[in-house]
Nanobody, 121 residues
Framework: QVQLVESGGGLVQAGGSLRLSCAAS????????MGWYRQAPGNERELVAA???????NYADSVKGRFTISRDNAKHTMSLQLNSLKPEDTAVYYC???????????????WGQGTQVTVSS
């Protein structure tokens, strides 16, 4: 079993900042790509940012220059710094990790429970 626990969401005014964190624990041999997704009411879940074990990153166009993703491979943690927040960033943010439970096992997707980010105008 792999557990992902997010923290750091909340209510902030437009232009403000938040920092989201995700900690993975359980049966982990290695973690491949980790990412943050978000889902607003009535919308599909979308990729916000992703990061490989080597540190290569990928961002949605809507957050480039405002959000920064990082990870600590040794601690199995990941963070997302959200700056210059806009009301349209309001959503539930989910942590995702592609995990190998033991050597030779297949990669499996795991999700956190989500953390609410609300940006007021």
């Amino acid at each position: 079993q792999v557990q992902l626990v997010e923290s750091g969401g909340g209510l902030v005014q437009a232009g403000g900042s938040l920092r989201l964190s995700c900690a993975a624990s359980g049966s982990i041999f290695s973690i491949n790509t980790m990412g943050w997704y978000r889902q607003a009411p009535g919308n599909e879940r979308e990729l916000v940012a992703a990061i490989t074990p080597g540190g290569s990153t990928n961002y949605a166009d809507s957050v480039k220059g405002r959000f920064t993703i990082s990870r600590d491979n040794a601690k199995h943690t990941m963070s997302l710094q959200l700056n210059s927040l806009k009301p349209e960033d309001t959503a539930v943010y989910y942590c995702n990790a592609r995990v190998t439970a033991y050597w030779g096992a297949t990669l499996n997707d795991h999700w956190g429970q989500g953390t609410q980010v609300t940006v007021s105008s």
